[in-house]
């Protein structure tokens, strides 16, 4: 008995060993999602000289990976976008901030697994409907494990900001409160899009390139992000091709304008400088945070970009 006992201890002691062989470490502590609302690819990285996105085509795709195929599936607009990124499934949500997802997200699930410290998880955000992402309808969930909120002028049901004001509430954030876990959306070139101003719209890209590109070099400044953060920059959704409907100033149909957006991923786990043309869509961006991290995520729908991965 006494052997045998010796035997079985050996047995687990050696098949836990093998089991954390198996389980990937990644050296990704904190993961921040970066969403720039609305910009066509054609403006983007399908113009070929990539005129309005030099920071983003220049500095940081040498240190990442890009996606040349990289997809909204489900509903074309912002609301629906940003609960595919968040929860992993494609859902036809309401846009006006009065309904929440209807599955977790990876803030929830993150929370829930490894540290429920909501100080550690936010959601900063230009656009204020976009403070429904924090929560879900189902009943295991509904009002638990919620990241922080910091979105629109003052919160659900008050009025956009500006996206330097976003910016700066990020940079403070970053700064004072360490998260790990951070999406952070920008209204621009959306918003100009909506107002028909074409000059504005392209500056919204400008602005947006920028802002990435600082984002990228706070990362590496911090001791706190460095080396250790993966970020990515995507989108909501696109904008109708000339010839749709009323072409740049509205989205939300299946057309390519609208369903084709892009993928840039950074991170010390990641390859550099190489382009992936096989096709992703955004459910795919919290199934691989998950896996980067370490926790599971059961109710989502994407895969995890393997071919990211060093
Ligand atoms: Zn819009
Ligand atoms: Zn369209």
């Known amino acids: 008995m006494k052997i045998f006992i010796v035997f079985l201890s050996i047995v ?59 997809y909204n599936v489900g509903k074309t607009y912002t609301a629906a976008g940003h609960t595919s990124i968040c929860t992993g499934i494609d859902q036809s949500i309401d846009n006006t901030g009065k309904e929440i997802p209807q599955y977790p997200s990876f803030f929830q699930y993150y929370l829930k697994s490894k540290n429920n410290d909501a100080d550690k998880t936010w959601i900063i955000t230009s656009k204020d409907k976009l403070a429904v992402l924090a929560n879900c309808k189902d009943s295991l969930w509904q009002d638990e494990f919620m990241p922080k909120t910091d979105c629109g002028a003052g919160g659900l049901l008050t009025l956009y900001r500006d996206d330097s004001t976003t910016m700066a509430h990020v940079f403070k954030t970053l700064k004072n409160n360490h998260p790990n876990l951070l999406l952070i959306n920008l209204r621009e070139p959306d918003y100009s899009g ?113 071919e990211l991965f060093k």
């Open 12 to 70: 687990l002691v050696l098949g836990s060993g093998f089991s954390r062989l198996n389980s990937p470490k990644f050296k990704t502590e904190n993961v921040i999602v970066l969403v720039i609302d609305g910009p066509r690819y054609s403006e983007t990285w399908g113009d070929s000289l990539r005129q309005y996105i030099p920071f983003m085509s220049k500095e940081l795709a040498p240190q990442g990976v890009f996606y040349d195929s990289f």
């Open 194 to 306: 909506h107002a028909a101003n074409w000059q504005g719209y392209l500056n919204g890209i400008v602005a947006g390139d920028r802002y990435a590109y600082e984002l990228w070099k706070y990362i590496q400044s911090d001791s706190a992000y460095a080396n250790k953060t993966t970020l990515f920059i995507t989108n909501d959704h696109g904008r109708h091709l000339e010839g749709v409907k009323n072409g740049f100033i509205n989205h939300g149909d299946d057309c390519d304008g609208c369903r084709h957006i892009s993928l840039l991923a950074l991170g010390p786990d990641f390859k550099n400088n190489i382009t992936v043309s096989k096709q992703r869509n955004q459910k795919d961006i919290p199934s691989t945070i998950a896996y980067l991290l370490g926790f599971e995520m059961p109710t989502s729908k994407g895969e995890v970009m393997m």
